[in-house]
């Protein structure tokens, strides 16, 4: 039983270009969310997707930043004209229910790098 | 607005001693806690959880801690060992179903032999 996969584990991006980050939750989860952590803090909630529908996008950027969970294939995060302010680690985690229920399964992040 | 603090950015302790990480919280909503573990490169991995009308959840050698009058909330383990350095994230969910967690900023726990 595989867990949450992330792809690429490493991302690294010129000022200007897009940034497309790949989810593939737990099997049998539909619930995931995106956090995102700065260097030497915590993680922040971005946003919180079923399948189809963006249920709470409170955490995101307002501009650049998008977030889909399709029927069919992985949650995508696109962060578009990157910046070196967008450097960072970014979580998705899983949850075969809303997470208030039970605890979210983190994937092991994918680092971008904006140079 | 840091609603969840860590004040301790690092902890060092000695293997087999009682590792206690500390938590403080300012948002009364907040309704059920949880503990992760992250080591370098990887995930957070959750750990142990308490819900806001208990004051303790035990799991083998994790124990947390609540109290609500303080907002404060601790983690013990007992006893320490190598494998438990990395470091530990506090996190809290609002009531009403909210989806989202609040993390603190995380403690490094380094367990030397």
């Known amino acids: 039983n595989a867990g949450v996969m992330q792809n690429p584990r490493h991302l690294v991006r010129r000022r200007g270009q897009e940034a497309r980050l790949r989810c593939s939750p737990m099997?049998?989860?539909?619930?995931v969310y995106w956090y995102r952590q700065l260097p030497e803090e915590g993680l922040k909630f971005m946003v919180y997707?079923?399948?189809?529908?963006?249920?709470?996008e409170s955490g995101m950027p307002k501009e650049r930043f998008s977030a889909e969970f399709p029927k069919e294939g992985p949650s995508i995060l696109r962060i578009q004209q990157v910046v070196r302010g967008d450097s960072a680690a970014y979580f998705c985690?899983?949850?075969?229910?809303?997470?208030?229920?039970?605890?979210?399964?983190f994937g092991q992040g994918t680092r971008l790098t904006v140079v | 607005d840091q609603q969840v603090k860590q004040n301790s950015p690092s902890l060092s302790v000695q293997e087999g001693r009682i590792s206690i990480l500390n938590c403080d919280y300012t948002?009364?909503?907040?309704?059920?806690f949880l503990w992760y573990k992250k080591y370098p490169a990887e995930g957070p991995t959750f750990l142990i959880s308490?819900?806001?009308?208990?004051d303790k959840n035990e799991d083998g050698r994790f124990t947390v801690f609540l109290n609500k009058s303080a907002k404060h909330l601790s983690l013990h383990i007992v006893p320490s060992q190598p494998g438990d350095s990395a470091v530990y994230f506090c996190?809290?969910?609002?009531?009403?179903?909210?989806?989202?967690?609040?993390f603190g900023q995380g403690t490094r726990l380094t367990i030397n032999p």
């Open positions: 985690a899983s949850s075969p229910l809303g997470q208030g229920n039970t605890e979210a399964f």
């Open positions: 099997k049998g989860h539909s619930h």
């Open positions: 997707l079923q399948k189809e529908n963006i249920i709470d």
């Open positions: 948002n009364s909503m907040f309704d059920y």
């Open positions: 308490i819900s806001s009308i208990k």
């Open positions: 996190a809290a969910r609002e009531i009403q179903g909210a989806q989202k967690l609040v």
